[in-house]
């Protein structure tokens, strides 16, 4: 085991972990199903140590050289200074700890694998449960401003009721799941286990699916391979690859302003700015161990991508991605020591872009959301290639990561999941 966690003596049994244990053990008793509460406040004072005697060089090499050349000195420099003198670990660990979250374990072809999980219900009886999936470098730490709203009642668009019970796995090999078995284990494998986790660990017979980045992959999967219980999907980025814009132009696609902004952020990622794909697709044992004890490292590889990816207007309503989410999404990662075990998702999917659109075989309704300053542009007749798209959104804040980028319009489009909904 890569973690030294004690479980048990910080166990609280609260009213919904005693409801998990019985949906659970109602349906199967083979998962081993526990509450889980981090602890890692005593991993801090080695981070600390580390980040303090790590060296910065004293003045930019080429100060001029621009985000293209990746993540430049005061920016790395500024967050360094946080995370010693003003980031507080033991709050963001309270923070996360607010949740009901559970973790279990199953057999896979004779691998133990354990899955960590947000899991908050809705006081609504008839609340719509749906799973959001995360991606790299993500965590489940980027839905926090979007799971308590999910929960409460509230209206879509169409001014239907509407509330839902919100999971939130850690994808295999990051922060408190445990790394994937096998070198070849891919998306469709880890949808299999979440849709396991979604209908037999927690007993619902039909649920929705919220997806970005690698997890709109395995929420595409999802969409594909279980089509009577996955009912609805909704999903703000594609593991499709996008199309350039000479493509769009050919096909007579025509852009809306915002529109234009992300094919350009598209075309900029695809020329210049996805080097660490190709790293992490290739190689992920030399980035990965480089990287394991040394948070630094990982600050400047992960948040040169929260940077580059997100709004230019990030950290100012209603984005909450700061320097303070910035560091608890790197702490995760460094503290549970699962940066090397995330980056070989690339590895493990090594075409995770497919370039050929294929229609999935359901008729559940799709919902797309386009985020304007996100590194791809999926338009609205590519998007429409999937499956039966209902619904396709544009947004002029936000980036990549929406959970923190812009999350009221995040829960809004999650929320119009309950006008095609039916269990
Ligand atoms: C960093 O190290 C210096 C020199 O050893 C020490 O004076 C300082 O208190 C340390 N800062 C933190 C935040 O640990
Ligand atoms: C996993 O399940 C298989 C088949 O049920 C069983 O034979 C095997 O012993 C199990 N493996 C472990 C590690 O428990
Ligand atoms: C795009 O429009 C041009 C001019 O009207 C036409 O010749 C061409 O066939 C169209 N392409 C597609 C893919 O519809
Ligand atoms: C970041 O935003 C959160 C609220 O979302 C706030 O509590 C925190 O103080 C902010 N951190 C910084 C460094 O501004
Ligand atoms: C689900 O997929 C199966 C197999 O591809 C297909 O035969 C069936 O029609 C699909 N069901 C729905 C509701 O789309």
Excluded: C
């Amino acid at each position: 085991m890569r973690l030294t966690l004690n479980f048990v003596s910080h166990l609280v049994l609260t009213t919904t972990f005693t409801t998990i244990f019985v949906a659970a053990s109602a349906s199967n008793t083979g998962f081993d199903v526990k509450p889980f509460k981090i602890d890692l406040a005593g991993e801090i004072p080695h981070l600390k140590s580390l980040v303090n005697s790590t060296r910065l060089p004293a003045t930019a090499l080429y100060p001029n050289a621009g985000p293209s050349k990746g993540i430049d000195l005061e920016t790395l420099r500024d967050l360094r200074t946080d995370w010693l003198t003003k980031y507080d670990w033991e709050a963001q660990q309270a923070e996360l700890n607010q949740f009901s979250v559970v973790e279990f374990s199953l057999n896979v072809s004779d691998h133990w694998i354990t899955v960590h999980f947000v899991h908050e219900k809705s006081a609504e009886p008839d609340a719509i449960p749906v799973i959001l999936l995360h991606g790299w470098p993500g965590s489940f730490h980027e839905f926090v401003p979007v799971i308590k709203p999910l929960t409460e009642s509230a209206v879509t668009s169409t001014g239907k009721k509407v509330a839902f019970n919100v999971v939130v796995p850690s994808l295999p090999g990051f922060v408190f799941s445990s790394a994937p078995p096998t070198t070849n284990w891919n998306n469709d494998d880890t949808a299999r286990i979440f849709n396991t986790l979604m209908t037999e660990v927690l007993g619902y017979s039909t649920y929705a699916v919220h997806g970005t980045d690698w997890g709109s992959g395995v929420g595409y999967s999802m969409y594909a391979s279980f089509n009577k219980t996955v009912r609805v999907t909704h999903l703000d980025f594609l593991a499709f690859l996008p199309p350039s814009a000479e493509e769009i132009a050919e096909n007579n696609i025509t852009l809306s302003d915002v529109q234009k902004v992300t094919e350009q952020r598209f075309t900029f990622y695809d020329s210049i700015g996805n080097s660490y794909f190709t790293e992490q697709t290739t190689k992920p044992n030399d980035i990965g161990l480089a990287l394991n004890d040394n948070p630094v490292g990982q600050l400047a590889w992960i948040g040169s991508k929260f940077k580059l990816w997100s709004d230019p207007r990030a950290g100012t309503p209603p984005s909450v991605l700061n320097n303070t989410a910035i560091l608890t999404s790197v702490s995760l990662y460094y503290l549970t020591q699962s940066f090397l075990s995330s980056v070989w998702i690339y590895a493990q999917n090594p075409t995770g872009f497919q370039t050929v659109y294929t229609k999935a075989a359901t008729d559940a309704p799709l919902l797309f959301s386009q985020f304007e300053y996100n590194i791809g542009l999926w338009p609205k007749e590519y998007v429409a290639k999937l499956g039966n798209l209902v619904s396709y959104k544009v947004h002029d804040f936000g980036g990549h990561f929406a959970g923190l980028d812009n999350p009221p319009a995040l829960i809004e489009d999650i929320r119009d999941i309950g006008i095609y909904f039916k269990a």
